[in-house]
């Protein structure tokens, strides 16, 4: 009777050893990625210089701080865009094409490369722009600026204050 009590008393040990054993820290948990999320209303009075076009459009803009990489996703109506692209400048200026769109077809989805530190600061300052430019508007038919309501992020579970529902 002893030994089978030894043997018992051994078993569970070894299986409380084995259960104890598989600690985490060979493999951490990742960090949450940080979202910032960006809205943009796109018309042609945002032009510089304004224009009278009819024609609207709306950008959300979801930029992960961990991975350095935004997606896009401009909605359009009442044009026929011949190129679209992000351009580098705040509200009021006209700036340089930085990203631009291979399909132009509304929804227009976009995917970015790895941003560098400078293109991440001009993002999180609020000064790039979406563009669409039509045969009647060579110089770019509707434009919306890239505006972020939470430049610090979110834990990316909620979307946080932009409205971008991410």
């Known amino acids: 009777m002893k030994s089978l ?3 018992s008393v051994i078993v569970c040990l070894f299986f409380i050893g084995v259960s104890c054993s598989s600690n985490n820290d060979d493999n ?16 042609g009075a945002s032009e510089v210089p304004a224009n ?14 961990t991975t350095k990489i935004f997606t896009l996703n ?13 351009h580098k400048g705040a509200a009021g200026t006209n700036g340089a094409i930085i990203f631009p769109f291979t399909d132009i077809a509304s929804p227009i ?14 993002l999180l300052a609020n000064n790039y722009y979406v563009n669409l430019h039509t045969e009647a508007f060579t110089a770019g038919e509707i434009r919306g600026q890239l ?7 979110s834990d990316g579970g909620g ?5 971008g529902g991410y």
Do not use: C, R
Not at 109 to 120: C, F, K, R
Not at 147 to 153: R, Y
Not at 159 to 163: E, K, Q, S
């Open 5 to 7: 009590l030894n043997f």
């Open 28 to 43: 951490p948990t990742p960090p949450k990625p940080v979202i910032v999320t960006f809205n943009a209303t796109l018309s």
């Open 52 to 65: 009278a076009s009819t024609a609207t459009g709306t950008a959300t803009l979801s930029y992960n701080k």
């Open 74 to 86: 401009v909605n359009y109506s009442g044009l026929t865009p011949t190129m679209g692209h992000i």
């Open 109 to 122: 989805s976009y995917t970015s490369p790895v941003l560098t530190a400078a293109q991440e600061t001009d």
């Open 147 to 153: 505006i972020t309501e939470n430049p610090g992020g």
């Open 159 to 163: 979307g946080g204050g932009g409205g």
